[in-house]
C-alpha cells in the first residue's frame, strides 16, 4: 500500500507530481520542499511579487469543505507564481445539484486545467482524483477528511526549523484533538520523517486514537502538565467539533481546563519554546488569548510560510509532470 501511495505521488525519476500525504515521502524530498520553501519567502517581501514559473498555467481550487486561510493562501501561492487561478466553491456549484465528483473534474479538465488542489470532508478524496484524473493533470491535497493535510504539515516544518533548527535534538508536544485531526497525523509523519526522536501526543483517552503509538514513533499523555514538560515546540489543534461524534467531551469548559494552553501550563515547557496552532484558534478552548498572541507565539508566522510552501509544492508537482511528460514524447520518437 505504501508504494502504491509513492508511486502515484512520485514520477519515474522520483519528483514529485501528486502532493496527496506525506506517508511514503523521503527526508530528502521532505526536505527539498523546505528549502524550495525557503527560498519563495523573499518573494513576499519584494514590491512586485510574482516569479514567472507557471505562466501560462491553469490551477482549479476545488474546495468541497469550506476554508479560508488554506484557500486564501493556495490562490496567492498560484498568483505569485504567474499562474491563472479559477477557485470553484463546489457547495454552490453543480455538486449540489447532483453531479458527480468525476463529471465535476472532467468539466474542469474540459477546460485545460494543469493542476487541481482539492479539499474535501471525505478520507481519501484526493487520492481518487488522482487515480482518476487525466494525466499531466497535477492534484494537491488541500485536506482530507480525517486522513491527511500534506502542505498544512510542511508549513509547521518550516516553522520549527526557522525557528528552532534541526529536528532531531527537539521535543515536539501535538495537543489536543488527535483522533479527528488530518494536520496531527501529517505532523507526526513529517516529524518522524525529518529525524525528530521525542514527539508526544497530548489528550484525554476519548481523543486519542486506539493503536496510536504502534502506528506512529509518539509517546502519548492524557495528562497536559506531564506531556508538555520542557518540550521545545507546542502545537494547539483545534477542537474538531463538526468531527465529533457522540460524548467525547464533557464540555469546552472542561477540555480548556485540562488540556488548555495558559500561561501557567506554558511555564512548564522549554523557557524559549515556540506555540503553535493550525487555526482558526478557538480561544478560551484550547489556547488562552495572552499566550496566543504571546512573544513565543508563532501562529502568525505560520500563515506567511504557509504561502511559501505552497508556492514550492504547487511548483515542485507542475515540473514534475513536465518532465515525465518530456520522457514520454522522447520514448515515443
Do not use: W
Not at 55 to 63: A, L, Q
Not at 124 to 142: D, L, M, Q, R, Y
Amino acid at each position: 500500500m505504501l508504494k502504491r501511495k509513492q508511486a502515484l505521488q512520485l514520477n519515474s525519476q522520483g519528483q514529485l507530481r501528486h502532493f496527496l500525504s506525506l506517508d511514503g515521502l523521503s527526508k530528502e524530498l521532505l526536505t527539498e520542499i523546505l528549502d524550495t520553501a525557503d527560498s519563495f519567502l523573499e518573494v513576499g517581501a519584494r514590491a512586485v511579487k510574482k516569479v514567472p514559473l507557471l505562466r501560462g498555467k491553469t490551477v482549479c481550487n476545488v474546495f468541497f469543505e469550506n476554508s479560508t486561510r488554506t484557500r486564501t493562501t493556495f490562490e496567492l501561492a498560484a498568483k505569485r507564481l504567474s499562474a491563472d487561478v479559477i477557485t470553484l466553491n463546489v457547495s454552490t456549484s453543480s455538486t449540489s445539484k447532483g453531479e458527480t465528483l468525476t463529471d465535476t473534474l472532467r468539466n474542469l479538465e474540459a477546460m485545460s486545467a494543469d493542476m487541481f488542489v482539492v479539499r474535501h470532508s471525505e478520507s481519501g478524496a484526493a487520492h481518487f482524483i488522482a487515480e482518476h484524473v487525466s494525466p499531466h493533470v497535477a492534484v494537491i491535497n488541500g485536506g482530507d477528511g480525517r486522513h491527511a493535510h500534506p502542505t498544512q504539515g510542511m508549513l509547521d516544518m518550516l516553522t520549527i526549523r526557522r525557528h528552532k533548527g534541526e529536528y532531531s535534538d527537539l521535543s515536539v508536544a501535538i495537543v489536543g484533538d488527535i483522533m479527528h485531526s488530518r494536520v496531527a497525523r501529517s505532523d507526526m509523519l513529517a516529524l518522524e520523517t525529518l529525524g525528530c526522536k521525542d514527539i508526544r501526543v497530548i489528550g484525554p483517552n476519548t481523543l486519542l486514537p486506539v493503536g496510536l503509538t504502534e502506528q506512529y514513533k509518539v509517546k502519548a499523555y492524557t495528562n497536559m502538565d506531564e506531556g508538555i514538560k520542557d518540550v521545545d515546540v507546542v502545537i494547539m489543534l483545534r477542537l474538531q467539533k463538526e468531527r465529533m461524534k457522540g460524548g467525547l467531551l464533557p464540555s469546552e469548559g472542561e477540555f480548556f481546563k485540562q488540556y488548555g494552553l495558559t500561561e501557567k501550563r506554558l511555564t512548564m515547557a522549554a523557557a524559549n519554546a515556540i506555540v503553535m496552532h493550525p487555526g482558526p484558534i478557538n480561544r478560551g478552548v484550547e489556547i488562552e488569548s495572552s499566550v496566543a498572541d504571546c512573544e513565543q507565539s508563532v501562529i502568525l508566522n505560520q500563515v506567511t510560510y504557509g504561502i511559501a510552501v505552497r508556492m514550492a509544492v504547487l511548483s515542485m508537482a507542475m515540473s514534475g509532470q513536465l518532465a515525465e511528460r518530456q520522457l514520454e514524447q522522447e520514448g515515443s520518437l
